[in-house]
């Protein structure tokens, strides 16, 4: 989803400035409004601030907050006060952004704010998630218990990541290997036999000179593949943007062969973790659909959850809305079913993301046994066919010698 860049007056009456992601500006503006917040200035980010705020800071991984979190229980279960407990943390962590982010959490806590407020107006840092289950934590006296279950949340969510990781990065190092030994083959390999078969006098064959009039150009014009590569990220981030072009390629996302099924196993879980842990604090499922709403990666899959928020709100049972969304498996909607008629949601979720946590693990062991032969083949086949086209003459070459 697109961030949005918003000014807006908290519950206290103060001014507040920060990012929201959102379908379109009216959605950051509700979501802004939900929050207890009225929206003075509301507008879209520009490629500019996209690029300061990726370039600048160290991003915050899960594997960080689950730390984090952990830390924070053990601290707090020791009988330490939160404002010292606040003091310890920022002065462990090693992160820096999230380092900064604790040492102003501490500081909006000394001014007598709420751990929850604090951590708000640090929302670039902490996911809307932690500040919601630290709210319910502080509302029900276990905050402790709200970090402990996300320290679980987020050692699973970097998890399913580092799994998913690596099913694509093998792949993605063998396409760029191909592309690397193809482009120095071409700029600095054929061109020395260019060179030599310009001295013989024999007739090359269509294929050899094809080759070799690729070579020639692409020498010629080496300095346009940065700008192919420059103007193709740019597009696709630019084409992304767009609300048509979002729809398209998350569309693609699941529904591409092999990919498509990991997408789809990888939301499934998230959902399943993430509603069960929000709903094993208390949150009410209007505001867990509402939650996951924001954090799922998928506009098709966003404006499922809004339309199952709608539907649940009408009194209808979480799974029926589910179901005919048509995007979630039949095991997600049976499951959660279950759960319903027997009153035992939360441990319904649970098993679900376990389950989906295996078929994660299980699609991307799949998806690397069929990708690694393939793209293998179509590098050799690649590689092979310019061996060819060199050869080739050396070939003819020695069969005119031999009619002499």
Known sequence: MPDYSYVAIDKSGRQKKGKIEALDRKHAIDLLKNDGMTPIKVYAQGAFQKE??????KSIKPRDLSVLCRQFVSIIQAGVPLKQALQM???????????????????????GNTLSDAMRLQSKVFPSILIDMVTAGEVSGSLDLSFARMAVQFEKEAKLKAT??????????????????????????IPQFISMFADIDIEMPAFTMAVMNASSWLGSHWYLIPIV??????????????????????????????????????????????????????????SCLEIMGRIVNNVHYTRALA??????????????????SGLFPPMVYHMIHIGEETGNMED??????DYYDEEVEMTTQTVMAAMEPLIIVVMAVIIGALVMAVVAPIGTMYQGLDNL
């Open 164 to 189: 998913i990781k690596k099913a694509t990065i093998y792949p993605i190092i063998l396409v760029l290997a191909s592309i690397a030994v193809v482009i120095v083959m071409l700029l600095f390999v």
């Open 52 to 57: 300061l705020q990726f370039s600048f800071g």
């Open 307 to 324: 339309e199952t928020r709608e539907e649940v709100m009408k009194g209808v049972p979480l799974s029926e809305p589910l179901k005919a």
């Open 229 to 286: 590569v420059v103007l193709t990220v740019g597009g696709y981030k630019a084409f992304y943007q767009t609300e048509g072009g979002r729809e398209k390629i998350d569309k693609m996302k699941i529904s591409l062969p092999l990919f498509g099924k990991l997408t789809v196993k990888s939301i499934c879980a998230q959902f399943a973790r993430t509603t069960g842990t929000l709903m094993g604090t208390g949150i009410p499922i209007i």
């Open 348 to 353: 319904m979720l649970e098993k679900l993301a």
């Open 89 to 111: 943390l920022s002065e462990q962590t090693e992160n820096k952004t999230l380092r900064d982010a604790l040492i102003e959490v501490l500081n909006e806590v000394e001014r």
